[in-house]
């Protein structure tokens, strides 16, 4: 038993010495990384770049990185790699700062903070549109050569209010790595954009990515400011999948209806119902059927005329003959 403490307390002291000389020392400096920059690589998107210092001292020890988003929404992370990509509303601006740290030591001191920042795109005030409000249409599709899910896209928005008459709208739609323009869209009274419409896009209705959706415009008397906005589609109005079967079915009922009103209106111009269906004789009275003759007669020179009306009845009646005039 004594033998066997005494090779662990060995063993423990050995595993002391080398974790000290594996950790650095106070005089251990850490430098801050060089070459930061920001670059944009799609709607709502950038991509942050750098390099550890070429002066670093290289010891047994691991490094890493803490990145903060300092605008337009703060945020803090690490990472080991030396680029990161960020999703994130850009007609703001962003700015981003990044340190390098001791990845298993966040005890011991980090490097200095180095910044890099990105300015709002030009714009005048109150011309980017306002109320930018999407939802999205998940239909089932039973064709093999398109996806089973096909999701549509509308938006709508406001026109800013310091902007322009001759302003005029355009969006954009980026989910993942596509980005489409939008080719469908509704006018207000001054033939401005004011809403879209996708039938089809190539949003996963059950993915995970973020919807972007970018818009920006043009006018001869201001410059038009754009306008980002994220969206996640559980919280965007996906209803339940409609299968292609129910919208056929509702189809063929509308056709249907519009067919039999069509049918409708023409056999009426065309009085076809009373062709085919003519009215029945009304059944004759139970009391009596009243016939009227009436004969005229000339004599003489004065031209008398003279008329006689007879009354006949059926059987069973009294049969009254008088004379008029």
């Known amino acids: 038993m004594i033998i066997m403490a005494a090779a662990l307390l060995i063993l423990f002291g050995a595993t002391v010495i080398l974790q ?72 703001k601006g962003f700015s981003a700062s990044v340190q390098t740290i001791f990845w298993n030591e966040h005890s011991l001191p980090a490097s200095s903070w180095v910044s890099a920042e990105m300015k709002d795109p030009p714009g005048s005030p109150g011309t980017s549109i306002a109320n930018l409000t999407c939802t999205t249409n998940t239909v089932e599709n039973n064709y093999v050569h398109l996806r089973r899910y096909q999701v549509s896209l509308r938006c709508t928005w406001l026109v800013g209010q310091d902007a322009p008459e001759d302003t005029q709208y355009f969006l954009y739609y980026r989910y ?54 994220l969206f996640d589609l559980h919280a965007i109005g996906n209803d339940e999948p409609t299968s292609s079967l129910e919208w056929f079915i509702i189809a063929l009922m509308a056709a249907i209806c519009f067919v039999l009103l069509i049918f409708s209106f023409i056999c009426r111009i065309c009085h076809v119902w009373t062709k085919l269906f003519p009215p029945v004789p009304a059944p004759k009275s139970n009391i009596k059927d009243l016939f009227v003759s009436t004969n005229y007669e000339k004599a003489g020179s004065n031209e008398t005329e003279i008329e006689d009306i007879s009354y006949v009845e059926e059987a069973g009646f009294e049969i009254l003959e008088d004379s008029v005039f």
């Open 20 to 91: 000290a000389d594996l950790l650095p020392d106070k005089k251990f400096v850490l430098l801050p990384p060089v070459n930061f920059t920001i670059k944009i690589t799609g709607l709502a998107q950038v991509l942050l770049r750098w390099e550890p210092d070429p002066h670093q001292e290289q010891r047994n020890v691991n490094l890493g990185y803490r990145v903060r988003i300092n605008a337009p929404q703060e945020d803090d992370y690490e990472t080991r790699d030396t680029e990161s990509q960020c999703v994130t509303i850009l007609h």
């Open 176 to 229: 993942g790595s596509w980005t489409e323009e939008c080719q469908e869209y509704n006018k207000d009274t001054l033939k401005r954009n004011t809403a879209c419409w996708f039938p089809r896009t190539f949003i996963n209705s059950k993915g995970r990515d973020r919807l972007v959706v970018h818009v920006n415009g043009s006018s001869r008397h201001a410059a038009i400011k754009p306008f980002d906005q």
